[in-house]
């Protein structure tokens, strides 16, 4: 393919012909590989730098103007490659000024986000922790029969005192505080 079909290729696919650029694009794929690689950085992927030089590359076939005297394969290439860089720069700079160090955590009382991950007492994986307990509890718990599930519920569920709760659930005092007792006893072994 000579420079002349390219021109006219680029011309059509400007005027909205899909079939010219496909045609351009499998042409001009050796470029948008290059300009994919060109300047690569470890935060930015090679696939997304392939589809900013993939994006330049249709938005150059938009923006070639025949009447300057320059051919497309001479106007798209500085295109693809200045404007895949300027799109990488501009993500780059996203990621590094999206949480500036001065951020406010929202808590409303002034502190910075940088300053409480640095919080000697912010424990971050006691969250992480404690869910693993409530798992290993509701484990336990199931495991409890009927009438020691009803005291549990009695007493921890309702907020009833053992007394009260030995009178709605019919079991002497002694009895159920001695269940309550085993059965704190049980859940402490199993966890």
Known sequence: MD???????????KRGDSSAAGLLESCFRPLMLSAASFGKTENYSFEDSLQDARLAFLEGIQAYDETAGAGFAAFIKPYVYQKGQNRRRKCLRRLTRDVPADARAGDGDGESLISLLEAPDADIESGYIHKEELERLSAALRELTPEERALLTA????SQSIRRASQSLGIGYSTLQYRHSCILKKLRGQL
């Open 155 to 158: 007493v921890y569920g309702q």
């Open 3 to 13: 420079y002349q079909e390219i021109d006219a290729l680029a011309l059509k696919a």
